[in-house]
Antibody, heavy 120, light 110 residues
Framework: EVQLVESGGGLVQPGGSLRLSCVVS????????MSWVRQAPGKGLEWVSA????????YYADSVKGRFTISRDNSKTTLYLQLNSLRAEDTALYYC?????????????WGQGTRVTVSS | QSVLTQPPSVSGAPGQRVTISCTGS?????????VHWYQHLPGTAPKLLIF???NRPSGVPDRFSGSKSGTSASLAITGLRAEDEADYYC??????????FGGGTKLTVL
C-alpha cells in the first residue's frame, strides 16, 4: 500500500524557518519525482515545488523561489521542504504528492498534509 | 488568483448530471498539456479522479468523465450521489515549468 506521511509543521514567527518531512512507503521511492502542494485557509491548491527521482533537478513556484528548498534522501525514502524567511501568506496545509510517471504531469498519491502557521 | 479558472460552486439533485468547467490559456491547456481532476475533502488527501483528460484510475466509477477542447476542459458527473459532495480541482502544466491548478469548485448535492 502506498503511503505518504508528512510532519514538521507548526507555528512559526514571520521570518522564521521550518523543515517539513514526508516519509513514504509502498513503492520504489527513487524512481518517482515528488512535489509539495499547499492549500492556504479558504483557498485552492497551489503547487510549491518539485524534485526529480534522483534529486538532481528541482523546480519552484515563483512565490517561494529563493526561500524554500526541496530535497530528498532516497536511502530514507523521505522528501523534505526547507522553509525559510516565512511570511504570513505561507500559512497553509502542505501536502506531499507523487508524480504518476514521467509521461504525465499529474499526482496520483498524496499525503494527509502538515499544517504551517506563520504568525507573531 | 488561480491560473486555471473554475466556477466557485455547482449543485445538483441526486441522480442528476453536473459539469464543472476549467478554462486555461495558450501556455497550459492550449499548449497541449493534459488536464487532470481531483476530488478533495478539506483536510484530507486529494484523490485523483481523472488523468490525461479522460482516463479514470482504477476504482473510480464511470459516473465520472472528463473532456478537453482547445484551452478548456470539463468534468462531468452523472447519477449524482450524496457522497460526491466535495471540492473538485482541475490541474495542468504550464510552459513556465510549473504545475497549475484551478481555484476549485464546491459541489453541493441538494
Amino acid at each position: 500500500e502506498v503511503q505518504l506521511v508528512e510532519s514538521g509543521g507548526g507555528l512559526v514567527q514571520p521570518g522564521g524557518s521550518l523543515r517539513l518531512s514526508c516519509v513514504v512507503s509502498g513503492f520504489s521511492f527513487s524512481t518517482y519525482a515528488m512535489s509539495w502542494v499547499r492549500q492556504a485557509p479558504g483557498k485552492g491548491l497551489e503547487w510549491v515545488s518539485a524534485i526529480s527521482g534522483s534529486g538532481g533537478n528541482t523546480y519552484y513556484a515563483d512565490s517561494v523561489k529563493g526561500r524554500f528548498t526541496i530535497s530528498r534522501d532516497n536511502s530514507k525514502t523521505t522528501l523534505y521542504l526547507q522553509l525559510n524567511s516565512l511570511r504570513a501568506e505561507d500559512t497553509a496545509l502542505y501536502y506531499c504528492a507523487r508524480r504518476y510517471s514521467s509521461s504525465w504531469y499529474v499526482f496520483d498519491y498524496w499525503g494527509q498534509g502538515t499544517r504551517v502557521t506563520v504568525s507573531s | 488568483q488561480s491560473v486555471l479558472t473554475q466556477p466557485p460552486s455547482v449543485s445538483g439533485a441526486p441522480g442528476q448530471r453536473v459539469t464543472i468547467s476549467c478554462t486555461g490559456s495558450s501556455s497550459n491547456i492550449g499548449a497541449g498539456y493534459s488536464v487532470h481532476w481531483y476530488q478533495h475533502l478539506p483536510g484530507t488527501a486529494p484523490k485523483l479522479l481523472i488523468f490525461g483528460n479522460n482516463n479514470r484510475p482504477s476504482g473510480v466509477p464511470d459516473r465520472f468523465s472528463g473532456s478537453k477542447s482547445g484551452t478548456s476542459a470539463s468534468l462531468a458527473i452523472t447519477g449524482l450521489r450524496a457522497e460526491d459532495e466535495a471540492d473538485y480541482y482541475c490541474q495542468s502544466y504550464d510552459n513556465s515549468l510549473s504545475w497549475v491548478f484551478g481555484g476549485g469548485t464546491k459541489l453541493t448535492v441538494l
